[in-house]
């Protein structure tokens, strides 16, 4: 390529990222099939909502749902001891954005990872915390009260922004991927080795159950106090998406908590995806629409809603753009299939400036480039949500 001919493709592509992506926009034909579409808001550093015009015009443009990356966290809100005053100044410096684009919304979680809600690498709660139930500086009692009053601070000020509130994820990620054999639940949703809450309810599940029944006093009265519509309260995981073990698993225990009497409205399928379905663990079809949507119907049939809360697929050794494109336009389609049963899309991320997995850029796992240019996956969700019911 000539100097001049590498200029002109520079420029014609910075034209075409100011002028925005080619065809509808993805939320505009979402609304027309009646369902959310949206992304998470890389809401930590470099900001980009703040500083990279092309991601806040994009972001603006083609998603109409959204949620905050990490700063709903509450390592974030309260990071230095449980008698700290919250700031919620990081999350609040998101609302306008949203606010601006339009968004309706969701939060991402009161217990965000809890298979490993003491690890070091548990981002999501504070050090404080994490190292003091390590150390033996909690009761059981001292335990349950904090997660209430986490409860009862975070919900009122999330529900409070003013912005539309789709839902609230209560607890995500409660289950790894160990075998699952055994007594039932023995070995299948994780206890008081990895969750110190587990421990706080005398090592059962109980903690499951109490953090939805406490996330749904919140909800209520914060909604009665803001004349607002309640907003449903889910569960999320990954690796579910197709009938796998983990899948069976998580059905079988929120059948029990359902009958239980446990307050959840809906079940949330994280979609963290690899191309050639392979990964952790590895789920055959999940380039199968049809098989996707079976599994998510099963889930429907328990009187669940159905979302779709973090899609992306990473790229590997193999791979091609279009089977890239072949796993997210299954996706989106089995939602579709079981609407409105399935009423929401978020990818995670937009972007491959901009991802959880941007230390590995091979793994390119969006629907844009690094330069905001559409992958074959953009055109293949356009297709699929122009598509007539």
């Given at each position: 390529?000539?100097?001049?001919?590498?200029?002109?493709?520079?420029?014609?592509?910075?034209?075409?990222?100011?002028?925005?992506?080619?065809?509808?926009?993805?939320?505009?034909?979402?609304?027309?099939?009646?369902?959310?579409?949206?992304?998470?808001?890389?809401?930590?550093?470099?900001?980009?909502?703040?500083?990279?015009?092309?991601?806040?015009?994009?972001?603006?443009?083609?998603?109409?749902?959204?949620?905050?990356?990490?700063?709903?966290?509450?390592?974030?809100?309260?990071?230095?001891?449980?008698?700290?005053?919250?700031?919620?100044?990081?999350?609040?410096?998101?609302?306008?954005?949203?606010?601006?684009?339009?968004?309706?919304?969701?939060?991402?979680?009161?217990?965000?990872?809890?298979?490993?809600?003491?690890?070091?690498?548990?981002?999501?709660?504070?050090?404080?915390?994490?190292?003091?139930?390590?150390?033996?500086?909690?009761?059981e009692t001292q335990l349950q009260d904090l997660l209430r009053r986490h409860i009862?601070?975070?919900?009122?000020?999330?529900?409070?922004?003013?912005?539309?509130?789709?839902?609230?994820?209560?607890?995500?990620?409660?289950?790894?991927?160990?075998?699952?054999?055994?007594?039932?639940?023995?070995?299948?949703?994780?206890?008081?080795?990895?969750?110190?809450?587990?421990?706080?309810?005398?090592?059962?599940?109980?903690?499951?159950?109490?953090?939805?029944?406490?996330?749904?006093?919140?909800?209520?009265?914060?909604?009665?106090?803001n004349h607002i519509a309640p907003p449903r309260l889910f569960y999320s995981d990954?690796?579910?998406?197709?009938?796998?073990?983990?899948?069976?698993?998580?059905?079988?225990?929120?059948?029990?908590?359902?009958?239980?009497?446990?307050?959840?409205?809906?079940?949330?399928?994280?979609?963290?995806?690899?191309?050639?379905?392979?990964?952790?663990?590895?789920?055959?079809?999940?380039?199968?629409?049809?098989?996707?949507?079976?599994?998510?119907?099963?889930?429907?049939?328990?009187?669940?809603?159905?979302?779709?809360?973090?899609?992306?697929?990473?790229?590997?050794?193999?791979?091609?753009?279009?089977?890239?494109?072949?796993?997210?336009?299954?996706?989106?389609?089995?939602?579709?299939?079981?609407?409105?049963?399935?009423?929401?899309?978020?990818?995670?991320?937009?972007?491959?400036?901009?991802?959880?997995?941007?230390?590995?850029?091979?793994?390119?796992?969006?629907?844009?480039?690094?330069?905001?240019?559409?992958?074959?996956?953009?055109?293949?969700?356009?297709?699929?949500?122009?598509?007539?019911?």
């Amino acid at each position: 390529m000539t100097h001049v001919a590498a200029f002109v493709v520079f420029v014609s592509t910075l034209l075409h990222v100011e002028a925005g992506l080619p065809g509808v926009p993805l939320r505009e034909l979402a609304e027309q099939r009646g369902i959310l579409f949206g992304t998470d808001i890389m809401d930590s550093w470099p900001n980009p909502f703040e500083s990279d015009q092309s991601y806040v015009s994009i972001a603006s443009q083609q998603f109409g749902y959204g949620t905050w990356d990490f700063c709903a966290s509450w390592s974030v809100a309260q990071p230095d001891g449980p008698d700290q005053p919250y700031d919620f100044s990081r999350f609040d410096a998101v609302v306008p954005f949203m606010r601006n684009a339009n968004m309706t919304v969701r939060t991402n979680g009161i217990l965000p990872d809890s298979h490993n809600l003491y690890a070091p690498i548990s981002t999501d709660l504070p050090k404080w915390l994490t190292s003091g139930y390590l150390a033996g500086n909690f009761t059981e009692t001292q335990l349950q009260d904090l997660l209430r009053r986490h409860i009862q601070t975070a919900i009122p000020h999330w529900l409070g922004t003013g912005l539309r509130m789709a839902g609230v994820i209560v607890v995500n990620e409660a289950f790894w991927n160990q075998q699952m054999t055994g007594t039932w639940p023995s070995n299948w949703i994780f206890g008081p080795k990895e969750n110190m809450f587990s421990w706080a309810f005398q090592n059962s599940t109980r903690w499951f159950s109490q953090a939805f029944h406490w996330t749904k006093e919140a909800v209520n009265a914060a909604s009665a106090h803001n004349h607002i519509a309640p907003p449903r309260l889910f569960y999320s995981d990954y690796s579910i998406e197709t009938p796998t073990a983990k899948a069976d698993a998580v059905y079988n225990f929120l059948k029990e908590e359902l009958q239980a009497g446990t307050p959840i409205d809906g079940i949330g399928f994280q979609a963290h995806m690899s191309c050639d379905c392979g990964g952790y663990p590895a789920q055959p079809g999940c380039n199968n629409a049809s098989l996707i949507a079976a599994n998510m119907q099963r889930f429907v049939d328990l009187g669940l809603s159905v979302w779709v809360t973090e899609l992306d697929v990473a790229m590997v050794e193999g791979c091609t753009p279009q089977m890239q494109a072949d796993v997210y336009q299954a996706v989106v389609s089995a939602c579709l299939r079981i609407a409105p049963h399935c009423d929401a899309v978020m990818l995670w991320g937009f972007t491959d400036r901009f991802t959880w997995l941007q230390p590995n850029a091979t793994k390119a796992p969006t629907i844009l480039d690094a330069n905001y240019r559409p992958k074959p996956a953009y055109f293949a969700l356009q297709r699929e949500l122009e598509s007539p019911p």
